[in-house]
């Protein structure tokens, strides 16, 4: 799923969640087109818990969110850097630092790496060689290997095993 407009961010946000991760891809030199909506479509016909609130974002409303200061407050983010409008690099950055805590997103691209780096509740993924920012990358495939129609399937199976060790880790 895609959520292009803030009617589909605000039913993201209403979601129940239980501690869930997100997913950050990153792709070099890019990533296949509509492959972060592709990995959230597989991840809610295939993750039981996730009650089909796996999302992925556009851009656009990235941007929307970030220079919008009622849509920031709903994710806990108050006024940008002194020296940035919120719509900068720094406050998308934010934005999307704060979709990736509250879990069940699929998020893609340099500045969700950037935002994601210090979180532990985040899979990390990348097509071709990680970033030097991104430090702990779960899964980095080389995509000239593999299909685009077959890289959500084996990034999602990845993340479904990861998310399943991990919680079988904290039972123990």
């Known amino acids: 799923m895609l959520a292009s407009n803030l009617t589909a961010f605000h039913r993201w ?4 969640r239980t501690g869930a991760p997100g997913v950050i891809i990153h792709g070099f030199p890019q990533l296949p087109t509509g492959l972060a909506p592709a990995i959230a479509s597989y991840l809610n016909e295939f993750d039981d818990d996730a009650g089909g609130n796996w999302t ?5 409303l990235i941007h929307v969110i970030s220079e919008t200061a ?3 407050s709903l994710l806990g983010i108050g006024e940008g850097c ?13 934005v999307l630092g704060a979709l990736a805590r509250r879990g069940h997103a699929v998020l893609d691209g340099l500045l969700a790496v950037e935002a994601g780096a210090d979180l532990n509740n985040v899979f990390r993924v990348s097509l071709g060689p990680a970033p030097s920012e991104g430090k702990g990358f779960h899964l980095i495939l080389r995509p000239e ?3 685009d129609r077959s890289l959500p399937s084996i990034i999602g199976d990845t993340y479904l095993e990861w998310a399943t060790t991990r919680e079988m880790a904290d039972t123990v």
């Open 13 to 16: 946000l209403l979601a129940p």
């Open 70 to 72: 009622p849509q920031r």
């Open 82 to 94: 002194k020296n940035c409008p919120p719509n900068s690099p720094c406050g998308r950055r934010k």
């Open 56 to 60: 992925a974002f556009s851009e656009e």
């Open 145 to 147: 290997l593999f299909s």
